[in-house]
């Protein structure tokens, strides 16, 4: 009866084993849990740094404009006058204003109702 036993608590220790490493594997610190969040934190990240390098390029861009010799301060012009509602001397402005009354808002008690 000497054999089997030694082969059973083997057996035994080893299932165990499996199922302490099955659980951290799922379960525990790097686990699958935590790395799929953790992918999902970085997708959204990237997304949020494509967003930020667009807005970064624009910006870029629109230096390179404001500082461009050759384009004879056209784009100062310009944003001056969107901008700061400059004009120049000579220049007339007109300010158009519609007279139609805009339609009123809901009030956000009366939305939520809703």
Avoid: C, H
């Avoid at 992918?39 to 624009?58: F, G, H, I, M």
């Avoid at 301060?73 to 007339?92: N, Q, V």
């Amino acid at each position: 009866m000497r054999g089997p036993r030694p082969l059973f608590l083997i057996t035994l220790v080893l299932l165990a084993l499996l199922g302490w490493l099955q659980y951290r594997l799922w379960f525990g610190v790097g686990g699958q849990r935590q790395v799929g969040a953790l992918s999902e934190q970085v997708d959204k990240q990237k997304a949020a740094n494509t967003d930020l390098q667009e807005r970064n390029d624009a910006l870029a861009a629109e230096v390179r404009d404001l500082k461009d010799p050759s384009s004879g301060g056209a784009a100062i012009e310009e944003r001056a006058r969107d901008e700061f509602g400059l004009i120049k001397p000579g220049e007339t402005f007109y300010r158009v204003v519609d007279d139609r009354p805009k339609p009123a808002a809901p009030a956000p008690a009366e939305a939520e109702a809703e």
